[in-house]
């Protein structure tokens, strides 16, 4: 872990050495080509194609992100492919109220870094290889946010 980097999600101990079991396993795992990255363009961005509908749902609801990878699948393209599927996001007030609300909802598939002297979170998929459920279990996230959200608002008034 980089210098001043949080770890903010809870894991237990065994689900740390399943991570680094994957880890280790992928790193040796042949990784045949199979077909090449998949792309598209936000706004004048080229981002995955697996992870597009998360970062279109968090540009709808005002939260900046920084960077992004989806990676592939190992059975995709190995050269592109990414050991596990991450967004940064800045930090701000509702960066932090969606942070949470992905904690609880992603719960042990989530995790989740903060970096201070950045001021920006990182959330990745905890486990190797499972970026495309990352990728659409932090699109469901992102929209059921927008209806959290609403509905808070809609409380307070």
Known sequence: MKEGEKVISIHSQERWQRRDLELT?????VKPRRRTKQTA??????????IFGALVSLKRLGLQTEFSCAGVSPLDEP???SMYAYIT??????AHRFVQFAIRMMKHRLLVTFEP?????DLSSFFIGHNRSFCILLHHCAESFVQWEMDRNADMN
């Open 25 to 29: 396993n992928w790193v040796e795992c």
């Open 89 to 94: 996001l800045f930090a701000s007030e509702k």
């Open 41 to 50: 363009w936000l706004g004048n961005i080229e981002v995955d194609t697996e």
């Open 117 to 121: 002297l950045r001021d920006r979170y």
């Open 79 to 81: 050269v592109d492919h």
